[in-house]
């Protein structure tokens, strides 16, 4: 769209752009391409201003179907090699004026206009595109002429609807397959044309360089200056943007932003035409109807990716690459400014940008305190802490996630990613792994008891959840070094037998811990956590009673009451174990009647069956006393189950806490 370029672009990290289009236009109409696959993102946010004194009246945009699905809703369908026959094919039953060249052999002959209906064109066969003839209908005078249509010199077309679908195969053979045009609809005269929208672009990226140098008045020792701070180091960050052009045309001179930050974005169906589908309506039936029925911090920032161990490239001794070299050299280009819960970088140099190339524009350029630490973090990387660079976000700008080089005293010192960083924020940069410093870790977990209560027919036992995680550091590195171990935090738990974090938020602590070279070092992080379980009195013996007194859980009196409850128990179990006794017998008498009742059914009533017939009864008699008799022994045992339950539960809800 070289009638009018962009001038202003703002691209964004998640897929998209912002681009402005400016310049003056003559004219009554502006023509405007895009990549199909932008156009929904085209008819979302497309917006056309007339900064002048013209008008836009609209915008016709082009249809999504290809260019060979235009073509064939046309009446029109012409070749790429002979499309004067396709025409004259096509234009068949409408009519023409033709103007015709008569052969000039002794003298000059006028060329012929005639007006007529297309019937149809005849090729010949071994010669089709020599000797093809047109035949013409001639309503006036009701005559059919064939013409050569190598002598037709001029070919107009008398009928409108032809016409328009001439002029709408042309427009369709002139689109592109992979973009599609909008034109603008304006008033008559001079234009200043503003046309701002979005569109998919690639998104930018950031990379920094991070130069660390010791303060004249600091510490240049590994990692020392008292328990808690290690060596002081001043910082140069330098942070510059990358973006691409991928557009169909070179940036010349534009205004660049680049966009930190998330802003809601979506695509949403508004290019391919869609037609909802109808309901099919049809001539009811009356049947009997049915019911109907409805049916109802400052977060610490983490490691990030650590680098892995590389070879030191050494710069040389009298390397230039130092801070005031590298800001004398290079200053940054862009404005930091906030956008709500955006964040922009603007870039104050027009920008130019050739199609299909990319371009780096410093946006970042500021000196920070830093503090150089070993920071050990097993979750992240087991066995080795990581060289870090802590340092306050004093750039007053929003730094974007990008990777980041360290030099330090002018030598390549390893590489780390840069968390995205609010101003204000801190930051670790974790960018080698000290391989001098060996640290193992070594996890146990145990249960211990805290306290024992009586609630209701329970013993409620209280008891601490301990976890300990001990850490065994050694050092072969020549001095002694502050190793800073970071450890996530249990939740609900508490530290027991352990010094206090150095530093903690948001489930994560911090403890610097001094590491004497050649000697094992180790320190313990105790955590605990009080938890509760219930098991029935009923269920303890003598033995776990005397064993919570002599641990002092109990105190006498309670282990007294205890021990009474326990013999109310177990005089319920053996009176219990009665019952089941007193059961048994039961049954067994139970059958014993069953089968007398049996026997006696067919006997009779005299002689010797007679006299059985009496045996049998008496044996019944007999039974039906026994039965009674456990009956009554049931009845009482049931009695002395209830009264030793009830004088246990008093006991029990003499002990009871609330």
């Not at 130069?211 to 808690?228: Q, V």
């Not at 013993?459 to 976890?467: R, Y």
């Not at 089941?580 to 059958?591: G, H, R, S």
């Amino acid at each position: 769209m070289p009638d009018l370029p962009i001038r202003r672009m703002l691209v964004y990290r998640h897929g998209v752009g912002y681009f402005e289009r400016r310049g003056p236009i003559t004219g009554t109409e502006l023509r405007l391409t895009f990549p199909r696959e932008a156009m929904d993102d085209i008819l979302k946010s497309l917006i056309v201003l007339d900064l002048g004194e013209g008008q836009v009246l609209g915008v016709d945009i082009e249809t999504p179907e290809d260019r060979a699905k235009q073509i064939e809703r046309g009446s029109i369908h012409l070749s790429n090699t002979r499309s004067l026959l396709d025409l004259l094919r096509d234009l068949r039953g409408r009519n023409v004026r033709l103007q015709i060249e008569h052969e000039r052999r002794h003298g000059d002959a006028a060329d012929e206009v005639i007006e007529g209906a297309i019937i149809g064109i005849d090729l010949d066969e071994q010669e089709p595109l020599d000797k093809p003839l047109l035949s013409l209908y001639l309503s006036k005078q009701r005559n059919v002429r064939t013409i050569p249509v190598r002598r037709i010199a001029h070919l107009v077309i008398l009928d409108d609807r032809a016409a328009a679908d001439m002029a709408y195969f042309l427009r369709a053979a002139q689109s592109e397959e992979d973009r599609r045009s909008a034109i603008v609809r304006l008033s008559e005269g001079d234009h200043d044309m503003l046309v701002g929208y979005i569109a998919p672009a690639p998104s930018w990226r950031v990379s920094y360089r991070l130069l660390a140098e010791p303060k004249p008045d600091g510490n240049d020792s590994a990692n020392g200056g008292g328990r808690s701070a290690g060596a002081q180091v001043a910082v140069l960050l330098q942070g510059w943007g990358l973006f691409d052009n991928q557009l169909d045309e070179d940036l010349e001179s534009i205004e660049l932003t680049l966009v930190a930050g998330m802003p809601v974005s979506f695509r949403y169906r508004l290019y391919e035409p869609h037609t909802p589908e109808r309901p099919m309506v049809q001539d009811d039936v009356r049947t009997v109807a049915a019911p109907i029925e409805f049916q109802a911090n400052r977060a610490i920032p983490s490691l990030m990716e650590v680098a892995p161990d590389l070879d030191e490239f050494a710069l040389g001794e009298a390397s230039a690459l130092r801070m005031e070299n590298l800001e004398q050299s290079i200053e940054a280009a862009g404005v930091g400014e906030e956008r709500g819960a955006l964040f922009q970088y603007r870039v104050v140099h027009p920008v130019s940008v050739a199609r299909g190339r990319s371009a780096m524009v410093p946006i970042v350029s500021r000196r920070l305190d830093g503090r150089k630490e070993l920071l050990y973090n097993g979750r992240k990387l087991p066995r080795h802490p990581v060289a870090s660079l802590r340092m306050q976000n004093e750039t007053g700008l929003t730094l974007e996630r990008g990777p980041v080089t360290v030099v330090e005293h002018g030598d390549y010192a390893g590489e780390a990613v840069l968390p995205f960083t609010r101003a204000g924020a801190e930051m670790i940069i974790a960018y080698a792994v000290e391989l001098g410093v060996t640290i193992s870790e070594e996890r146990h977990h145990q249960r211990t008891m805290a306290g024992l209560s009586i609630h209701k027919e329970y013993a409620v036992f209280e008891e601490w959840d301990v976890q300990q995680m001990r850490y065994r550091i050694t050092s072969t590195l020549p001095d002694a070094v502050n190793i800073v171990i970071e450890q996530e935090r249990l939740k609900g738990y508490d530290l027991f037998d352990t010094p206090a974090p150095d530093e903690e938020a948001h489930n994560v602590a911090r403890w610097t811990v001094r590491c004497p070279s050649g000697v094992e070092t180790v320190f313990m992080v105790n955590e605990r956590c009080k938890r509760s379980r219930h098991e029935e009195v009923r269920k303890l013996d003598m033995h776990r009673l005397q064993s919570f007194l002599s641990d002092r859980y109990l105190d006498q009196a309670t282990y007294r009451a205890l021990e009474r409850i326990l013999s109310l128990y177990d005089q319920v179990a053996k009176r219990r174990a009665t019952l089941q006794e007193i059961a048994q017998e039961q049954q067994k008498i139970l059958a014993r009647q069953q089968q007398i009742q049996a026997n006696l059914g067919p006997l009779g009533r005299e002689g010797s069956e007679r006299a059985l017939r009496e045996r049998y009864v008496a044996q019944l008699n007999q039974l039906e006393d026994r039965l009674n008799d456990q009956l009554a022994r049931e009845q009482e045992t049931r009695k002395a189950i209830e009264r030793l339950e009830q004088e246990a539960a008093q006991a029990l809800a003499a002990l009871s806490k609330p």
